[in-house]
């Protein structure tokens, strides 16, 4: 059978460039790995991460004094997500539009391509959108407000947590709900084009770079359930600037969830993410262990119970470095006598994802999909912080 797609492709790559630009924020934003070759399920892929280096006197020698020796750190970055979208002809199908009044098998099809990528795009934005939450370091803002009601100062607080956790200047993303959006876009100073700069706010909808920070949307933006604990506290072991695991005293209901953002007693300006509930996440009550995202506590604990606050649900946006996060994408695995009738693979100039379009005939039907795998990393938790909504 002659190939079925070839004549599609034109059309499918401008489905996609269209579609990659519908509210996704994530995904052009974070560091990736995109690559047309094959891979199987669930490969891992190592990020290598250098280590911390301590400062150390110059001291004059007439010998070279060689430094010390050091060990690399690495992250794993598995491709678990193998993912498909697609649709079916039959041939009783494919008269009935080609009929004379019909609106054409082709015409259809570059519908359903261009659909069947939507759905694919999206999956991998919500993957990023819930990696980056989960692994974020901390937190600014209320919970169940909107941000920007009367300034950018959201902004400054988020660049803020960035820059006290050593993240790059460069390549800052920002990436906010449609409705926090919405509410940036109404500040006066930026609809201003003489206070602002630039008309493209007011006459295009565009968002600007704020403090350093690259402005988008997501429609993917999570909004996660969280935990339930009341009366929790830390225990009177104390814990000096850094730690990132605190042990609970028996204390105290319910649950705490990672991804929770908890503040503790006598530190409320900080509010961390729980990396791991580790011990603790059945039931606080138990007492147990959880552990803080890194770099962990910014104000030491005294010798002393902490009463435990567990931040309550909203929108959890996410403000980031490029590095912070990496995501690898690739093709999903075919066998070599793979019955397929043809295969085209389209790559995404402007996030440069692959994705292969796939046709395998049937029996009086031929079945059609889009497939991709990717996997989500966060490799610096220390380079993303929350913007809670």
């Not at 910014?298 to 995501?327: D, E, W, Y």
């Amino acid at each position: 059978m002659a190939n079925v797609l070839t004549p599609l492709i034109p059309s499918a790559i401008a489905a996609l460039d269209v579609v990659s630009r519908e509210m996704v924020g994530f995904l052009p934003s974070v560091n990736r790995d995109p690559k047309a070759d094959r891979t199987a399920k669930n490969q891992t892929l190592t990020i290598p991460v250098a280590p911390a280096n301590a400062q150390g006197d110059i001291a004059a020698s007439a010998t070279l004094s060689a430094e010390s020796d050091q060990t690399a750190g690495s992250v794993s970055l598995v491709i678990d997500s193998y993912k498909k979208a697609g649709f079916n002809w039959t041939g009783e199908e494919i008269l009935a539009v080609n009929a004379p009044n019909g609106i054409g098998q082709q015409r259809f099809m570059q519908d359903q391509i261009e659909q069947a990528l939507r759905s694919l795009v999206n999956g991998a934005e919500l993957a990023v959108s819930t990696a980056a939450y989960l692994g974020a370091s901390r937190a600014y803002g209320t919970a169940g407000t909107t941000p920007f009601a009367s300034t950018v100062g959201e902004t400054a607080q988020a660049r803020k947590i960035l820059d006290d956790n050593g993240a790059p200047f460069g390549n800052r993303s920002l990436i906010i709900d449609t409705t926090s959006g919405a509410a940036l876009r109404t500040l006066a100073n930026l609809t201003r084009a003489n206070e602002a700069g630039t008309n493209v706010t007011l006459r295009d909808g565009e968002l600007l770079a704020l403090n350093g920070l690259s402005v988008k949307e997501s429609a993917q933006v999570v909004t996660p359930a969280v935990g339930t604990a009341s009366s929790a506290t830390v225990n009177n072991a104390g814990y000096a600037v850094g730690a990132t695991t605190l042990t609970l005293s028996a204390a105290g209901t319910g649950t705490i969830l990672a991804g929770d953002i908890l503040t503790f007693a006598g530190d409320t300006n900080n509010k961390y993410v729980v990396a791991s509930a580790g011990t603790a996440g059945a039931d606080v009550s138990a007492g147990g262990t959880i552990v803080l995202a890194a770099p962990g506590l910014r104000k030491a604990m005294s010798t002393a119970t902490k009463a435990i606050t567990v931040v309550a649900a909203g929108p959890r946006m996410v403000a980031f470095s490029q590095n912070a996060i990496c995501l690898a994408t690739r093709l999903p695995a075919a066998p070599p006598r793979d019955l397929a009738i043809d295969r085209q693979t389209i790559t995404d100039s402007r996030s440069g994802i692959s994705f292969e379009l796939v046709a395998w005939p049937g029996q009086d039907m031929v079945v059609y999909q889009a497939r991709i795998a990717y996997g989500v990393k966060v490799v610096k938790p220390e380079h993303i912080a929350i913007l809670l909504g």
